[in-house]
């Protein structure tokens, strides 16, 4: 997506061999039209499947998950990686590792809100080495719902993330597909 990578280009920021910041419209602050005109490529994307349902993780999943709801009229479901005193025991739960943050989160998605049978569609802000994408998949298929396909705004494709989900036959479809960072510059494949 040409408009995505020139704003990558244009405010994207390379941390080290491995990270990019973007938090200029993605992860801090959001631009509304960027994530709508990603939510109508998603919904390109993915108009011959049928989806009941969008699942993403919080917080950074989120705005690129509801701008795809909205073109495809369904609801938006995040995974919440904290419990919160109003969340039920009756949840769905993965283990996640982030290595951006190097730690482990335990995240979950109230049982309500999620049924077998339910055509789902995963959404997240990036795949590096597929371990939140992994999550979600656990976490469907604990609900015996099924997973139609996987949304990335931004993919590392130097992770290992796509090769996962590629061996898992699952359709990817990444909106911009980085290959390599050097000398704090961005590469598309
Ligand atoms: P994975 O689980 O595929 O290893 O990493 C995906 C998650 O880690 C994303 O949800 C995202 O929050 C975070 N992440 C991975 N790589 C990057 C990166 O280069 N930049 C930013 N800002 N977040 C990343």
Same mark, same amino acid.
């Given at each position: 997506? /040409? $408009?995505?990578?020139?704003?990558?280009?244009?405010? !994207?920021?390379?941390?080290?061999?491995?990270?990019?910041?973007?938090? %200029?419209? @993605?992860?801090?602050?959001?631009?509304?039209?960027?994530?709508?005109?990603?939510?109508?490529?998603?919904?390109?994307?993915?108009?011959?499947?049928?989806?009941? /349902?969008? @699942?993403?993780?919080?917080?950074?999943?989120?705005?690129?998950?509801?701008? %795809?709801?909205?073109?495809?009229?369904?609801?938006?479901?995040?995974?919440?990686?904290? /419990?919160? *005193? %109003? $969340?039920?025991?009756?949840?769905?739960?993965?283990?996640?590792?982030?290595? %951006?943050?190097?730690?482990?989160?335990?995240?979950?998605?109230?049982?309500?809100?999620?049924?077998?049978?339910?055509?789902?569609?995963?959404?997240?802000?990036?795949?590096?080495?597929?371990?939140?994408?992994? !999550?979600?998949?656990?976490?469907?298929?604990?609900?015996?719902? /099924?997973?139609?396909?996987?949304?990335?705004?931004?993919?590392?494709?130097?992770?290992? !993330?796509?090769?996962? $989900?590629?061996?898992?036959?699952?359709?990817?479809?990444? *909106?911009?597909?980085?290959?390599?960072?050097?000398? !704090?510059?961005?590469?598309? $494949?």
């Amino acid at each position: 997506m /040409k $408009l995505l990578e020139d704003r990558i280009r244009q405010d !994207g920021r390379v941390l080290g061999t491995e990270v990019l910041k973007v938090d %200029t419209f @993605l992860n801090h602050q959001i631009d509304p039209e960027l994530m709508a005109e990603i939510g109508a490529e998603f919904g390109r994307l993915f108009a011959d499947k049928k989806i009941d /349902k969008i @699942l993403t993780v919080e917080s950074s999943g989120i705005a690129p998950a509801v701008f %795809t709801g909205w073109v495809l009229h369904v609801p938006v479901v995040f995974a919440r990686k904290n /419990k919160s *005193l %109003t $969340l039920p025991d009756d949840v769905w739960s993965a283990n996640v590792y982030s290595f %951006t943050k190097q730690a482990t989160n335990h995240i979950m998605i109230d049982r309500r809100f999620l049924k077998a049978d339910e055509n789902v569609l995963l959404i997240d802000d990036f795949l590096a080495n597929g371990q939140a994408i992994e !999550g979600l998949l656990s976490i469907a298929q604990q609900a015996e719902a /099924k997973v139609v396909g996987v949304g990335i705004v931004i993919e590392k494709t130097f992770q290992k !993330g796509r090769k996962i $989900l590629d061996e898992r036959g699952i359709k990817v479809e990444s *909106l911009a597909r980085i290959k390599s960072f050097d000398d !704090g510059n961005v590469f598309f $494949l």
